[in-house]
């Protein structure tokens, strides 16, 4: 049974979910796309661990779900742990002193959609990788694209 006819029979909505995961319902979707394909170096490890955990037990159901999010998934933290707020001051501080900036536009419309989603994924991925000095032949290929797409910018002139 692929799991979103699973979610489907333990009347568990893909909203509902996406909300106690605290990702958005496009994004929820497309990590369910992601593992029916099984495509599952592409869904976060905690959203893995959880529709691991649903497939695997049979009788698992709606509430069973729940309490697993609260108890391995969900943080409970104190407002502005790990300098979570400084980050949110100094971007809105950016946002609002460089209105125009190309970044500052970036920054808004990936916080207000989910048009850039995939893209923001890759980059996250990637990001340990681009400052790293000698790479695995996988992690070679991964960053392939990447690296591809910025010469090409460069050809555009899209590179400030």
């Known amino acids: 049974m692929q799991l979103r006819e699973r979610l489907k029979t333990m009347e568990l909505r893909i909203t509902e979910l996406a ?3 605290q990702v958005s319902r496009p994004t929820m979707y497309k990590f ?15 959203v893995l661990k959880l529709f691991n955990y649903i497939k695997e037990n049979d009788l698992v159901g709606k509430k069973s779900v729940i309490n ?7 943080e ?13 001051k100094k971007i809105k501080k950016f946002i609002i002193s460089n209105p125009e900036s190309k970044k500052s536009q ?16 890759y980059l996250v991925r990637i990001y340990s990788l681009l400052k790293k000095r000698n790479l695995t032949e996988e992690e070679s ?18 590179n400030k």
């Open 106 to 121: 970036f920054l808004v419309l990936s916080a207000s959609n989910d048009i850039y989603d995939d893209v923001i994924i």
């Open 19 to 21: 909300d106690y995961l």
């Open 76 to 88: 409970v933290k104190e407002l502005g742990d790990s300098g979570e707020l400084e980050i949110i």
């Open 32 to 46: 369910i796309d992601y593992y029916e394909k099984s495509e599952f170096d592409l869904i976060n490890k905690k």
């Open 141 to 158: 290929q991964l960053i392939q694209p990447y690296l591809i797409f910025k010469e090409e910018l460069k050809i555009l002139g899209g």
């Open 68 to 74: 697993y999010i609260l108890t391995n998934i969900t």
